[in-house]
């Protein structure tokens, strides 16, 4: 099981990014699949969740409403679309699953986490 986030880059305030997360060694539409960033000097903030099979969502209050995560599943990918965006929400970006089928992703000890991709919102 891998993973791997990228779409990363530098966006203007006001801007939008689009993340995705392509899973290899497992069909990620049958497993839940979460979104994560860390900025500096922050803990880990756990930002969505989709779930496998019924493909239901969730999102942490601080994105609700400028982020959507979807999955393309003819590529096997996870995809985060980013919204409206705000220096705060300048961090890495990480996808993770804990290989189940319904969120929340924990992202605990048994979670497959792949490299972050860097976000930086900056005028």
């Known amino acids: 099981v891998q993973l791997q986030a990228s779409g990363g880059g530098t966006v203007q305030p006001g801007g939008s990014l689009r993340l995705s997360c392509a899973a290899s060694?497992?069909?990620?539409?049958?497993?839940?699949v979460g979104w994560f960033r860390q900025a500096p000097g922050k803990e880990r903030e756990w930002l969505s969740c989709?779930?496998?099979?019924?493909?239901?969502?969730t999102y942490a209050d601080s994105v609700k409403g400028r982020f959507s995560i979807s999955r393309d599943k003819a590529d096997n990918l996870v995809l985060l679309q980013m919204n409206n965006l705000s220096p705060e929400d300048t961090a890495v970006y990480y996808c993770?699953?804990?290989?189940?089928?319904?969120?929340?992703?924990?992202?605990?000890?048994?979670?497959?986490w792949g490299p972050g991709t860097q976000v930086t919102v900056s005028s």
């Open positions: 060694g497992f069909t990620a539409a049958y497993y839940a």
């Open positions: 989709i779930s496998g099979a019924e493909d239901k969502t």
């Open positions: 993770a699953t804990d290989a189940l089928v319904r969120c929340p992703v924990l992202g605990g000890r048994k979670a497959y």
